[in-house]
């Protein structure tokens, strides 16, 4: 279980999760904002937002699964949805692939990826402030800007072995932080030059995977397999599938010779 931040009406309101609603709240908005600044607003982009948020729902749970398959003695189905947590790594395919499927039941033709952009970057960025305040922050760190918790506050990390240890950690979520309020703010920026039209998405989630699979060797996730995270195995087959779609587009792209 997550800390409570507070109730309301007696039902408590758990930090992680409401900074995570929050985050999809405020994505939302700005979702909306890009569409009617560009002047491609819509009511099927209901339909597609739709489509992205229950993908990663669903998808944000397979995002531990590999975790979950290593460490549970009895693993199940059920327990790969109720036991496994959530990945953010998951929830972003599970979002794209949910959009994806969206447009092709409404048929939706038009790409959606710059509207799309911001709004996520802003949303982690506010969703892994609950990170930050109810897990493992990071491994241990001798650098000066390591964060060491108190007894009181190690207590009401859910997932946080380390931080018992009274020594400094890697604010690894502040990292991230600064990372995706640095991509909203560089997106905004592109999104003026008529070059980058269409391909704000990829490049925001191809930095972001970079960054991602670096910032794991300090995150204080258990390793799986050399040294590896379930992130990173996780990263490196997103890797490889991307690199094997780009090649295959090249190849469809590439003239036949005449003769």
Known sequence: MFP???????VPVQT??????????????????????RGRWSDDLWAIVAGALIGGGLFARFGT???????APDPTVLGLF???GRSILGGLVGAYVGARVAKKLIG??????DLFAPAVAVGMAIGRVGCFLTEQLGTVTSLPWGITVTPGQAARMSFCPDCQLGQPMHP???YEIGFHVFAFVALGILRRDPRFDGRLFPI????????????????GNP???????????FLMAGFTVAAATGVARLARRRPVPVG
């Open 172 to 174: 690894s979520f502040l």
């Open 82 to 84: 109720t036991q496994a």
């Open 204 to 219: 925001y989630v191809g930095s972001y995977g970079v960054f991602r699979f670096m910032l794991e060797f300090v995150r």
């Open 223 to 233: 390793p799986l397999w050399f040294g590896l995270s379930g992130s990173h195995i």
């Open 108 to 113: 939706y033709r038009r790409s959606t990826g």
């Open 16 to 37: 992680h999760e409401f900074f995570i609603a929050t985050g999809v709240l405020v994505a939302a908005v700005v979702f909306v904002g890009e569409a009617r600044r």
């Open 65 to 71: 699964g590999i975790q979950y398959l290593a460490e």
């Open 4 to 10: 409570v931040l507070f109730t309301v009406w007696d």
